[in-house]
């Protein structure tokens, strides 16, 4: 699976009469806050200063931003 397991990945159906270029692998987000139903007593916090950088004050909801147009396509560049 890829390093950040919350960006999933799949290969899209490639019709033979599509006029445009396949795209051959799409990825989505999955924010972890789909599986977290409710918040738990007593989780662990980031500091206030790290709070305000991540933009949320518990670790298990942080999900970093990957921008599209520079990370790496799933199994690209590997032998």
Known sequence: MSQNEQVRYYK???GPFDPCPPILVKSY??????F??????????FSPHE???????WPALFSPYESKH????EGEGEA
Not at 36 to 45: A, C, G, L, R, T
Not at 51 to 57: D, E, S
Not at 70 to 73: E, Q, S
């Open 12 to 14: 899209p159906f490639v």
């Open 29 to 34: 987000s999955t924010p972890p806050q789909l």
């Open 36 to 45: 977290i139903p409710f918040q738990p007593p007593n989780w662990p916090q």
């Open 51 to 57: 709070a305000l950088r991540y933009g949320t004050l």
């Open 70 to 73: 520079t990370k790496k396509v």
